[in-house]
């Protein structure tokens, strides 16, 4: 499956971005997704994940309330809302889709990437 992750931009502190991940290859709905995110400096961190289905989602502790995953099955899409974004927020954001078991929360269980897109946020 490709994966091209888009939506990215700069903001000031405080807005919203919604990202996009567009899927193209096998049923996307065979895929649990996830959001990551690499800060400069920083090992990618897991940011967001979605079931098959889309009923489970998972949160890393720092975004809870404040981003929202969700998935389009009919579209091959996956999203990002993100709203109340923060400073800390600021970082390349990726896509990546799994296929069966692992860890919504560790990248090394995705099996594809998308390229990413930059968050950036001013304070």
């Known amino acids: 499956v490709q994966l091209q992750a888009f939506g990215g931009g700069l903001v000031q502190a405080g807005d919203s971005l919604r990202l996009s991940c567009a899927a193209s290859g096998r049923t996307f709905s065979s895929y649990a997704m996830g959001w990551f995110r690499q800060a400069p400096g920083k090992e990618r961190e897991f940011v967001a994940g979605?079931?098959?289905?889309?009923?489970?989602?998972y949160y890393t502790d720092s975004v809870k309330g404040r981003f929202t995953i969700s998935r389009d099955n009919a579209e091959n899409s996956v999203y990002l809302q993100m709203n109340s974004l923060e400073p800390e927020d600021t970082a390349v954001y990726y896509c990546?889709?799994?296929?069966?078991?692992?860890?919504?929360?560790?990248?090394?269980?995705?099996?594809?990437w998308g390229q990413g897109t930059q968050v950036t946020v001013s304070s």
């Open positions: 979605i079931s098959r289905s889309g009923v489970m989602t």
């Open positions: 990546a889709a799994r296929f069966y078991g692992g860890n919504y929360y560790e990248p090394n269980d995705y099996d594809y």
